[in-house]
């Protein structure tokens, strides 16, 4: 599975983004898809999931209640919605695929990452 995610910018704080993740291959469907951040200095941090027919997800604390993750299976992409962005959402968000979410894994089971778009907010 190769990913790619795009969809970053520059936004001031309480504004919003949708990143977008397309996937290729036939098996997208088989994938649990997650997004994921690292902000400069910081250790990668787990943003959400998404279940592989998008009925369940799984937000990081620091998501729940501000982001959004949806799946277009018929398209292969996973999306992000961010929405109150803070300063703090600084990051390069990545997007992952795997077969098991393993929440006590620093990668949580993904398998598949693809390169990371740029989301900055500005104060």
């Known amino acids: 599975v190769q990913l790619q995610a795009y969809g970053g910018g520059l936004v001031q704080a309480g504004g919003s983004l949708r990143l977008s993740c397309a996937a290729s291959g036939r098996t997208f469907s088989s994938y649990i898809m997650a997004w994921f951040r690292q902000a400069p200095g910081k250790e990668r941090e787990f943003v959400a999931a998404i279940g592989r027919s998008g009925g369940s997800t799984y937000y990081g604390d620091s998501a729940k209640g501000r982001f959004t993750i949806s799946r277009d299976n018929a398209e292969n992409t996973v999306y992000l919605q961010m929405n109150s962005l803070k300063p703090e959402d600084t990051a390069v968000y990545y997007c992952?695929?795997?077969?098991?979410?393993?929440?006590?894994?620093?990668?949580?089971?993904?398998?598949?990452w693809g390169k990371g778009t740029q989301v900055t907010v500005s104060s």
């Open positions: 992952a695929a795997g077969l098991t979410l393993r929440t006590a894994r620093t990668d949580y089971g993904m398998t598949y």
